[in-house]
């Protein structure tokens, strides 16, 4: 990451800092489109760290999501959790080996209850967007810690192995929200304040951009690439993969958290179901066909993807285009699902590889 | 540090090693030593164990039983980068370059560990760290430009030709400073006259970095070209060792290779 786009991207941010109080103007459902474009940039770039270049294929990025945006507007909501024991069961010795286990599971989730109720009153007493930053560093943080926790079984896992535990991680993320009455459960969690704005969405696009180039371009970085490459090969040059490998995905679980606070914050209504496995396969494929690991190319990917389906619910309102077009293009999930398959049957290794070129690639 | 031997110090030593799979013994009570600044060749026929003996040494494999001591302090069991930073690099015996990287990068990628600042000053790109990439690229040019690789510093090192991949991966163990340089067959799949710029450059490697160098190798004329001491292994057991000319005259050594004359 050289100085340029250091510039451009403080140059974006102020642009987008300067347009914000204004932004009550446009068309609502253009800006909702462009919050949209500044969520999927920050969750493609992050999932890009693990995906592309440390070559760790995870399914679970919403599961980060869903995670970020229900912790963050809890907090902003000021809801708190009410402590719990687990039950204790009756039966034999056997049994002693899952009331321990139990025991420290309830004590790990207790302190951490107790320090979201601690981080409450104080998110509250923070005037304006304090709370929500707060919030959204919080939503952040526990989604990084998420992250830690799949990021070990990814020591073990490779390939089709470590996609399929991170779906179930995703799906797990999902099912505990659905039955945690604390978070509104299946009813979905509502009434957050709309803080995020034009700003926020596109400061923290241009940081996850930035973060991640910087951290892939330096000498560091070169070890995501070289585990991604061959790891025996890469222990053999004194590089700790398992530390790369987590550290990706803290990072990316990170920023996905931020977008699922942004995203809370923005609508206003969050439900389990917005962070399941086909918003996971979303994101993915704004990797996929971005090209894994160029960071530039996932950006145009993201952006492409979060426009083109309400792009061609516009083309099916063209008067001037022939009618059996326009009548294809109202069913433009088919259309949307059909460019996918054209576009990986033309360029499989991504849109944008090789488009951009510079020293020491990526 | 270890023991003074010989006038020089022991810097990696092997001491009744083995190794199991299952039933079959694939390493079985092998010693041997290397000291500081020697060239040690490690022969036998297919099979015999010498790439199991590499990967032990690395870390890839941990023993069943036996010591293995580099400097003074145990590494059986370490995980293979503990012991790079320890001072160990090797190759491989099929290239395992890293494809997706510029001739550069590769050697960069070896840097990591010497790095003087925290993975967060990468994040934010701070003060420290454009110091730090500055004296890296001078380092990685310097070795680059050692071994005649300066130029295709920017070429994807799959390009290469297959003789500068070698020496690529070379440039690239030495990047991480080590003490002792393990060569897992370099020769292989080279023509004469790259054998013959290959043992000029190993010589000229050990020479200009002061290092010890252990190489399993095939090819006989390579290995009784430049090596001080040879090891020689046969199903998992050290059958012989000493000097090129003892080890060419050796019956047991002559036995494992041509099979024993019938009586």
Not at chain 1, 185 to 200: C, E, Y
Not at chain 1, 259 to 271: D, S
Request: hydrophobic fraction near 50%; charge should be positive.
């Amino acid at each position: 990451m050289n100085k340029n786009t250091k510039v451009t991207l403080l140059s974006c941010v102020v642009v987008f800092a300067a347009l914000s109080p204004t932004i009550g103007r446009i068309n609502p459902y253009y800006f909702d489109i462009l919050i949209g474009v500044g969520i999927s940039l920050i969750l493609a770039a992050g999932l890009n760290l693990v995906n592309g270049h440390t070559g760790q294929f995870s399914l679970g990025h919403a599961g980060f999501m869903g995670l970020g945006a229900y912790l963050a507007s809890a907090l902003s909501l000021g809801l708190k959790f009410p402590y719990f024991a687990m039950p204790v069961w009756e039966g034999h010795v056997g049994w002693y080996v899952f009331k321990a286990l139990s025991l420290v599971l309830s004590v790990a989730i207790n302190a951490l209850f107790w320090l979201h109720n601690l981080l409450v009153p104080l998110a509250a007493s923070l005037p304006g967007w304090g709370g929500f930053l707060l919030a959204l560093l919080y939503g952040g943080a526990v989604a990084a810690l998420a992250g830690l926790l799949v990021g070990v079984p990814s020591l073990r896992l490779k390939g089709d192995y470590l996609a399929i535990v991170t779906l179930g991680f995703n799906e797990i993320i999902k099912v505990i929200i659905q039955n945690a009455e604390p978070l509104n459960a299946q009813r979905g969690l509502g009434g957050m304040v709309q803080h995020t704005n034009f700003f926020w969405t596109f400061a923290f696009a241009a940081l996850t951009v930035y973060v991640v180039g910087n951290l892939v371009n330096s000498t560091y970085g070169r070890g995501f690439l070289a585990v991604r490459d061959d790891e025996i090969a890469a222990e053999a040059m004194g590089i700790n993969t398992t530390k790369y490998k987590v550290l990706a995905f803290v990072l990316a679980a990170f920023f996905a958290g931020i977008a699922g606070g942004l995203y809370a914050h923005f609508k206003q209504f969050i439900h389990p179901e917005g962070f399941n496995f086909m918003k996971s396969v979303d994101i993915v494929v704004m990797v996929i066909l971005g090209g894994m690991g160029n960071t530039i190319g996932v950006c145009i990917a993201a952006v492409l993807l979060t426009i083109l389906p309400e792009w061609l619910r516009e083309v099916s309102h063209y008067k001037w285009l022939p009618a059996w077009l326009q009548e294809m293009a109202a069913n433009r999930m088919i259309l949307y699902s059909l460019l996918l398959i054209i576009l990986m049957l033309a360029r499989p290794q991504g849109l944008f590889t090789g488009w951009v070129k510079k020293k020491g690639a990526a | 540090m270890g023991q003074k031997e010989g006038g020089r110090v022991s810097l990696l030593k092997l001491d009744n090693v083995t190794v199991q799979f299952g039933g079959l013994k694939a390493v079985a009570d092998v010693s041997f030593e290397i000291r500081e600044r020697e060239l040690v060749g490690l022969i036998g026929p297919n099979g015999a164990g010498k790439t199991t003996i590499f990967n032990l040494i690395t870390g890839v494999y941990s023993p069943t039983a036996g010591r293995i001591e580099f400097d003074g302090k145990s590494v059986a069991g370490r995980r293979p980068y503990k012991i790079t930073a320890r001072g160990l690099a090797r190759t491989f015996q099929n290239i395992r370059l890293f494809p997706s990287m510029t001739v550069f990068d590769n050697v960069r990628c070896a840097c990591n560990m010497h790095l003087r600042h925290g993975i967060s000053h990468a994040l934010w790109r701070g003060t420290k760290v454009a110091a730090e990439e500055a004296r890296i690229e001078t380092d990685v040019m310097e070795l680059l430009e050692i071994f005649g690789l300066a130029g295709e510093r920017d070429l994807n090192c799959k390009s290469l030709p297959y003789g500068d991949q070698r020496r690529l991966e070379i440039v690239r163990a030495l990047a991480t400073r080590p003490k002792l340089l393990l060569l897992d067959e370099p020769a292989a799949g080279m023509n004469p006259t790259e054998k013959t710029e290959l043992m000029k450059l190993i010589r000229f490697v050990q020479e200009k970095f002061a290092l010890a160098v252990l190489l399993v190798e095939h090819d006989m004329k390579v290995v009784m070209g430049i090596c001080e001491r040879i090891c020689v292994l046969d199903y998992g057991q050290k059958i012989a060792e000493g000097t090129p000319s003892e080890i060419q005259s050796n019956p047991k050594v002559i036995a494992a290779y041509l099979g024993k004359e019938v009586e």
